[in-house]
């Protein structure tokens, strides 16, 4: 089985900062892509971020420049950096990660964090 932990959530003023952290652990061959997800309320779940195993970075238009997308491939783990923050950022963040976990058959699936919660308010 695999289990993914997130933490570093919490409640912060405007223009501040919080990093988000996320570890996969489990039965683990290799994890290829990683991301986060947030969902507002009475909003749809929405891409954040998302980083490929070699790096790449993806970013929503709302977010370039103040948020960065980090991973540990050693330590399983993807990081979120989240600078400026604004009170359109509130919201429950999830981490995902799609994940190998044997080489025969070699296939990726999906897995979810249980979500942590992010509120940007005065």
């Known amino acids: 089985q695999v289990q993914l932990v997130e933490s570093g959530g919490g409640s912060v003023q405007p223009g501040g900062s919080l990093r988000l952290s996320c570890a996969a652990s489990?039965?683990?061959?290799?994890?290829?892509?990683m991301g986060w997800y947030r969902q507002a309320p009475g909003k749809e779940r929405e891409l954040v971020a998302d980083?490929?195993?070699?790096?790449?970075?993806n970013y929503v238009d709302s977010v370039k420049g103040r948020f960065t997308i980090s991973r540990d491939n050693a330590k399983n783990t993807v990081y979120l950096q989240m600078n400026s923050l604004r009170p359109e950022d509130t919201a429950v963040y999830y981490c995902?990660?799609?994940?190998?976990?044997?080489?025969?058959?070699?296939?990726?699936?999906?897995?979810w964090g249980k979500g942590t919660l992010v509120t940007v308010s005065s």
């Open positions: 995902n990660a799609e994940v190998v976990v044997g080489p025969l058959p070699y296939v990726g699936v999906d897995y």
């Open positions: 980083i490929t195993s070699g790096g790449n970075t």
């Open positions: 489990g039965i683990i061959f290799s994890i290829n892509g």
